[in-house]
């Protein structure tokens, strides 16, 4: 494959940062870094002006002389209010990139000619982050040069305080140089253990993929056995380093061995004293530097926590610039897909709705429906290779002049530029969403997945990019919520209604805390004889001011939040309490009453299912053969192997399993013989004309014989009158439940139908 324009065009950029980051850093000061900076930027870009705003006044400027700088007019182009600016008879397109951190102001560079590409906008915002780095590294240099200055206590002598100036200064130049991190990580490492006088210093980092452990990745003086130990350790686990992380402070330990959090291994291995630090990456902990003494007991004194304090500011700024060069490398596209990266199309967007000629851009912002389950059956590597092809059919959607964007994840986004209106997205949203409906071939193997949009359109100088995208994903949740598959034009209200559904899911929290459910019971009667054998036990909210919030209204909700755990739960033993109650108080040779509880996706992912459902059972007393756990037919298409390994574990303890809604889903009959299934429910949508409808009695038939030949028990759903009673009673049907025999009944209410009370 050739080498394209985009790709000399990422190399030159990142050899333009490059050569800025060498002239800037090399400075002596912030004065001359800054004016370095500006000429450098005027060079690397082709202006003609080049102007530096520093807390609000002018730091550095190219161009024309410093008291010719309309600074009013340069703070409107900071702020974003303006793209233009004239100065005498000279008029300039500008662009401009902000810088934060100790002193924020803003980088902005002007031409006389044309305007800027978004590519040389990157490079810019790029030269700002790496000279708010400098800066901020030359400003901590100096504030320690003058704290030295002021407060000589900070170390024993002079001298020491210069060895830390040169240590510093020697990290500084490795960063500046882009040395490889973990070479930076060891030279920070090796100097603090030097400069402290101790025989053990170390850097810990949470783990990227599980941030309740720890990796130890620089030391100097640890034991090689000790350096393997600590990889992957618990944060609880790392006495003083993971107590540092976890209270995000400074731990100093003087006397090792009397402290309360020693750890014996620790104390066998003679450490005497011990001091952690937290590190941090943008105000986020995280890791930990350490340094120890083995051979006397050490008072980590303030000039001892400064000094480390040091240090560690040093490996938060070498690992926030690794990242900054990685985002910087990835500014462009997203590495899997091609597509552009979220910065770029941000970029993009963000031009778009300033210069748009036919008024405005619209955004499409496009995420998955069952990518998920694929990712969790097929494994990592091939939902990789979905997602590439799921973005070439949608840039196979677009025009030329589009941006098709990977946000993450699985989360794509469009940019259609020069639209006067959402009409002229809606058609590419169609395409998208029929695009996605057609099988993807995954090495021989058919896929389907599905997508819904979220549409949205900017007019332009009314909207910025941030608001088009919230839009978007406002009206991507919007479709979502109507049964995916399908694109959603974003529409004001949408707002109000995302307002209530983040209002429900506080609500629903502090039900589970408040204990506002109840549970309803709904007897399952033997057709022949009218005899309840069984209930079915149904769950109910009732909110406090809205009073009961049926269950279609709050399940969906609770499952997307995971709230449907507790409450599933809270929901299994309370129905295995009252069976029980009620079963005790049955004559002795009546058959006890089996209890129903459906189980949610959600739930069935749960490792320790199996041992919650036997806690039920014992602290209830309930026979486990009195319990069904009733299943959705969905659920059973969708599995993954945990998901059967976990239904063997059940049944293993004596419950029976039930398929709920049975006929609804597209696969069942494959799964029936599979899965440990003891009772089939027929949904209700076949029992309603089983009474009127040939058809409908002739299959309603057929999937009884099914279960009589799979030696299943069957249970029809909603039966609401004789006429379908007589047709069901007539075909064989085991059992059934509906408003014909009673509705979902409280507690007391049941106990009344059962006792006669």
């Not at 070479?183 to 850097?203: F, K, P, Q, W, Y």
């Not at 056995?225 to 003083?240: E, T």
């Not at 969403?433 to 549409?455: H, I, K, N, Q």
Request: proline fraction near 4%; glycine fraction near 8%; charged fraction near 25%.
């Amino acid at each position: 494959m050739g080498i394209t324009t985009a790709d000399c065009n990422h190399v030159l950029a990142t050899e333009q940062l490059t050569e800025f980051l060498t002239v800037v850093a090399d400075r002596p000061d912030e004065t001359a870094a800054q004016h370095a900076a500006v000429e450098c930027a005027v060079r690397a870009l082709g202006a003609d002006l080049a102007v530096l705003m520093v807390d609000g006044g002018v730091a550095a400027v190219v161009g024309l002389p410093a008291d010719a700088v309309p600074a009013y007019a340069i703070g409107e182009i900071a702020a974003g209010r303006r793209v233009t600016l004239e100065i005498g008879d000279d008029s300039y397109t500008v662009a401009h990139a902000p810088i934060s951190g100790y002193s924020p102001g803003a980088l902005v560079l002007g031409r006389r000619a044309a305007g800027f590409t978004i590519e040389e906008i990157c490079l810019l915002r790029g030269m700002a982050q790496v000279l708010e780095l400098s800066l901020q590294a030359l400003q901590l240099v100096e504030a320690e040069r003058l704290q030295a200055a002021e407060n000589g206590r900070l170390i024993d002598s002079l001298q020491r305080r210069q060895r830390l100036f040169d240590e510093l200064s020697t990290v500084q130049r490795a960063i500046a140089r882009r040395e490889p991190l973990p070479r930076l990580l060891e030279m920070i490492t090796e100097s603090a253990a030097e400069l402290m006088d101790v025989e053990m210093a170390g850097l810990t980092v949470l783990d990227a993929d599980d941030l309740s452990k720890t990796s130890l990745v620089a030391s100097h003086g640890v034991p090689d056995d000790a350096v393997i130990r600590m990889q992957r350790v618990p944060v609880a686990a790392l006495g003083a380093a993971g107590l540092a992380i976890m209270g995000d402070e400074l731990v100093a330990v003087d006397d090792y061995a009397n402290s309360p959090i020693a750890v014996p291994e620790i104390v066998r291995a003679q450490l005497k004293s011990v001091m952690a630090l937290p590190v941090h990456e943008n105000g986020v902990v995280v890791g930990a530097m350490f340094v120890g003494s083995y051979t006397r007991i050490r008072e980590w004194d303030k000039a001892s926590q400064d000094i480390l304090k040091a240090f560690a500011e040093h490996v938060s700024l070498a690992i926030t610039d690794a990242r900054t060069l990685r985002e910087m490398n990835a500014a462009f596209h997203d590495a899997l897909t091609g597509m552009a990266s979220r910065s770029l199309f941000m970029t993009r967007t963000e031009n778009a709705l300033v210069t748009s000629r036919a008024g405005g851009a619209a955004a499409l912002l496009i995420d998955l429906d069952r990518f998920k389950v694929i990712n969790d059956s097929l494994g990592p590597n091939a939902g990789d290779r979905l997602l590439a092809a799921v973005a070439d059919r949608i840039r196979e959607c677009l025009r030329t002049d589009d941006t098709a964007a990977r946000l993450g994840g699985d989360e794509f986004a469009v940019l259609l530029p020069d639209v006067s209106g959402v009409e002229a997205a809606v058609p590419v949203a169609r395409r998208i969403v029929a695009s996605m409906r057609d099988p993807f071939d995954l090495d021989g193997r058919e896929m389907y997945v599905t997508c819904s949009v979220g549409v949205a359109y900017g007019t332009t100088g009314e909207e910025d990019a941030q608001e088009l995208l919230v839009r978007a994903d406002l009206a991507m949740f919007e479709a979502k919520k109507q049964g995916k598959d399908q694109y959603t034009v974003f529409d004001p209200e949408m707002r109000a209604s995302f307002q209530k559904h983040l209002e429900m899911e506080a609500d629903l929290r502090r039900a589970v805390l408040r204990h506002e459910f109840q549970l309803r019971f709904q007897p399952i009667v033997r057709l022949r004889t009218g005899e309840i054998s069984g209930l079915e036990a149904l769950v109910r909210w009732l909110h406090p001011e809205r009073g009961m919030i049926p269950p279609l209204d709050f399940i969906p909700l609770a499952e997307e939040t995971g709230m449907i755990v507790p409450i599933g739960e809270w929901v299994l033993r309370e129905a295995c309490r009252q069976a029980s109650g009620w079963n005790a108080r049955r004559p002795a040779d009546a058959a006890p009453l089996t209890v129903s509880v459906n189980l949610s996706a959600v739930q069935l992912e749960r490792a320790d299912l199996p041992d919650v459902v036997q806690s039920a059972l014992d602290e209830s007393g309930l026979p486990p053969h009195c319990l069904v756990i009733e299943l959705t037919e969905s659920l059973i298409v969708d599995h993954r192997p945990e998901t059967l390994n976990r239904l063997h574990a059940i049944k293993a303890l004596g419950v029976r399993l039930a398929i709920d809604d049975f006929g609804t889903g597209y696969s069942s009959l494959a799964y029936l013989r599979r899965f440990p299934v003891d009772i089939i429910k027929i949904d209700k949508s076949f029992v309603d004309d089983v009474g009127d409808v040939p058809a409908a009695a002739a299959l309603t038939h057929g999937i009884i014989q099914l279960g009589q030949a799979l030696q299943l028990s069957t249970i029809a759903e909603g039966i609401e009158d004789a006429g379908q009673l007589s047709e069901l009673t007539d075909g064989n049907c085991e059992l059934g439940q509906g408003y014909f025999f009673a509705e979902p009944l409280t507690a007391d209410a049941m106990q009344d139908l059962l006792f006669g009370e």
